[in-house]
């Protein structure tokens, strides 16, 4: 009851606004349920109890989630200035969107108490499930037998949940393809399948790339530092042939000092490769020692030993501030030699934290949620208009579970029929 002095002080202060010769009712003047309280029922007349309008609301909010099929209740004291319940349910029907986009599987349920009329408006998308026959029999099976006798509570529970019946046979439809739409996926797949050939072109250049050979000395030594950390490919520079990856243990003996110890360290990884076809003709060792330097590591060359062994120690001796610098010790010392170095470093001043939001934002709820109480006097209490209060009290237990919405932007097939009572 406190819900429907809410509605009709909306409408009283409408139409009060406006001379008298003036005084009608706009499908712009209905207050959306999908927008005011996240509900599908808009009793303007005031001609349902608040138990009632519960009820429909849970059933329209099920079978919504159900099939997505879209359910609006709508009351009105008159419908003019349309010439027609019929028309004015058809502009209230399209201006709400009724239903969801591309399917148009609304329904519209509207009693005009002023008219003693009710009009219950269908979408393209469901007419075949509730064709104008059907709806017909609703109303005058369902609906206007109770109408008659008063009870506007019954005959519109009995109404929706006829409709409901009826709407869960609903199944959503895959909107068909226009033939543009058509052209469109075949222009992509017909692109997407030329940018996988090309990319495909150019993944199989760069792998003959990496694979191709690399030409090394039948003896001697060199470094080389790609991804992979070492060649998979290895000819001989002198007769082109292939070339025969040496055991580590047969290159150990060859390796230095300083060698072990960065192969050791993971920095540079040595590998030992030999010509069979340059071997028996070659002095010495006949074999190539060739160093892998690993792309990612931390250590840096050292001076004496001439290899990456040299490995960075910091130590902070006085922390940066806001207001002043601080200073780094930086040692560097060789894990094969004894050589080290140190130095200090200046620590730049430390850069201010950033304002953050959370200091405004909870000063600023707080000021947003008390203009909101003032603004919103429904909800407060603090309105003047003590009945859109009590209205604001009756939704909040069906608000607080459903978030506010829209009606999905559908629209209406002229379908339907209406009854007098």
């Known amino acids: 009851m406190l819900k429907q002095m809410g509605w009709s002080s909306l409408l009283i202060l409408t139409v009060a606004s406006v001379p008298a010769v003036s005084q009608s009712l706009t499908v712009q003047d209905v207050p959306n349920p999908r927008r005011t309280y996240g509900g599908w029922v808009t009793d303007a007349a005031n001609m349902l109890s608040p138990e009632t309008e519960t009820k429909i609301n849970s059933l329209i909010s099920q079978l919504e989630a159900q099939n997505g099929t879209e359910l609006a209740v709508v009351t009105v004291a008159q419908t003019q200035p349309q010439k027609t319940p019929k028309a004015f349910a058809t502009a209230l029907f399209n201006y709400w969107g009724i239903g969801k986009k591309d399917q148009n599987n609304g329904v519209l349920l509207l009693i005009s108490q002023g008219d003693r009329r009710v009009e219950i408006e269908t979408g393209y998308g469901v007419e075949s499930i509730l064709p104008d026959a059907r709806v017909s029999n609703i109303i005058q099976q369902e609906i206007t037998p109770r109408f008659k006798t008063g009870d506007f509570n019954g005959g519109t529970m009995a109404g929706t949940q006829a409709l409901v019946v009826a709407l869960k046979a609903y199944q959503p439809q895959i909107v068909p393809t226009d033939r543009n739409s058509l052209v469109e996926i075949v222009g992509f797949v017909v692109i997407g399948g030329i940018i996988f050939l090309v990319v495909l072109a150019i993944l199989r250049s760069l792998v003959r790339w990496f694979n191709r050979p690399v030409l090394i000395e039948p003896t001697g030594r060199s470094r080389s530092s790609n991804l992979w950390g070492c060649s998979q490919n290895v000819a001989c520079s002198v007769c082109s042939q292939p070339m025969q990856k040496l055991d580590s243990t047969v290159v150990l003996p060859y390796l230095s000092q300083a060698e072990q110890v960065a192969q050791n360290l993971g920095s540079v990884k040595f590998e030992g490769w030999q010509c069979s076809n340059c071997y028996p003709h070659l002095t010495g060792s006949g074999i190539h020692i060739r160093g892998y330097i690993t792309v990612f590591n931390r250590f840096s ?62 000063s600023t709820s707080t000021a947003y949620t008390s203009s909101t109480e003032s603004y919103n006097g429904w909800s407060s209490g603090t309105s003047s208009d003590t009945s859109s209060s009590s209205w604001s009290s009756d939704v909040s237990s069906y608000s607080s579970d459903c978030s506010s919405s829209d009606f999905g932007g559908g629209s209406s097939g002229g379908g339907g029929s209406g009854g007098d009572w």
């Open 301 to 362: 060359n050292c001076p004496t030993c001439q290899e990456l062994t040299v490995e960075r120690s910091d130590r902070i001796l006085q922390s940066a501030t806001t207001h002043s610098q601080g200073i780094r010790q930086v040692t560097q010392r060789c894990h094969c030699c004894s050589y080290s170095w140190e130095t200090e470093e200046t620590i730049p001043c430390v850069s201010p934290p950033p304002v953050t939001t959370q200091t405004m934002s909870a």
